[in-house]
């Protein structure tokens, strides 16, 4: 039994920063390569962000890049998102999943995946 368990969200206003954490549990976290995606209502689960198992190689989607920050601790099984300059159109639950497949931008790719954790940004 693998289980992700998601942190971190909250309430922030535009330009304000958060830090989201992802604790994985069950399995060897460094045989994973990690993602965060996030899902807005009325929405499709739409990629954020990976990292590869040893975190040498890092993805974002282009409305993240140079905002957000993707890392991860081998040593206490955690991915964190690093949420920098935010607006209010990151507004979302935001998810962290365990990635199986080869592709990092596609949600079917994934095993395994947490409850979400919701961020706001408000204007």
């Known amino acids: 039994q693998v289980q992700l368990v998601e942190s971190g969200g909250g309430l922030v206003q535009t330009g304000g920063s958060l830090r989201l954490s992802c604790v994985v549990f069950?399995?060897?976290?460094?045989?994973?390569?990690m993602g965060w995606f996030r899902q807005a209502p009325g929405k499709e689960r739409a990629f954020v962000a990976g990292?590869?198992?040893?975190?040498?190689?890092?993805y974002y989607a282009d409305s993240v890049k140079g905002r957000f920050t993707i890392s991860r601790d081998n040593a206490k099984n955690t991915v964190y998102l690093q949420m920098n300059s935010l607006k209010p159109e990151d507004t979302a639950v935001y998810y962290c999943?365990?990635?199986?497949?080869?592709?990092?931008?596609?949600?079917?790719?994934?095993?395994?995946w947490g409850q979400g954790t919701q961020v706001t940004v408000s204007s």
């Open positions: 990292i590869s198992w040893s975190g040498g190689r890092t």
């Open positions: 069950g399995r060897t976290f460094s045989n994973y390569a």
């Open positions: 999943g365990a990635l199986r497949g080869a592709d990092y931008y596609y949600p079917n790719q994934y095993d395994y």
